[in-house]
Nanobody, 115 residues
Framework: QVQLVESGGGLVQAGGSLRLSCAAS????????MGWYRQAPGKQRELVAR???????NYADSVKGRFTISRDNAKNTVYLQMNSLKPEDTAVYYC?????????WGQGTQVTVSS
């Protein structure tokens, strides 16, 4: 099993920045990829950014050039740096660990961007 603890959400004005953190513990050596997803009210959960164990990354078109996913292997932590935030980025952001046959989710952290 993998436990994920997110932090870093909050309220920010449009154009501002936030950094989300996701600390992983447990069977971390079984993780194939980690990602950030978000879910806005009334919408489906969507992929924001993902990084494989080999370091490959992919981003949703809506965040390319503004968000960056990174990791600190020594801390078993994945980050999502979010710049130039827009009101449409408002959502609950979830960290995900993909183990191939299993997936684990964090508890979610609220990001609210005011106009």
């Amino acid at each position: 099993q993998v436990q994920l603890v997110e932090s870093g959400g909050g309220l920010v004005q449009a154009g501002g920045s936030l950094r989300l953190s996701c600390a992983a513990s447990g069977s971390i050596f079984s993780i194939n990829a980690m990602g950030w997803y978000r879910q806005a009210p009334g919408k489906q959960r969507e992929l924001v950014a993902r990084m494989t164990s080999g370091g490959s990354t992919n981003y949703a078109d809506s965040v390319k050039g503004r968000f960056t996913i990174s990791r600190d292997n020594a801390k078993n932590t994945v980050y999502l740096q979010m710049n130039s935030l827009k009101p449409e980025d408002t959502a609950v952001y979830y960290c995900n660990a993909d183990l191939g046959t299993d997936g684990y989710w964090g508890q979610g952290t609220q990001v609210t961007v005011s106009s």
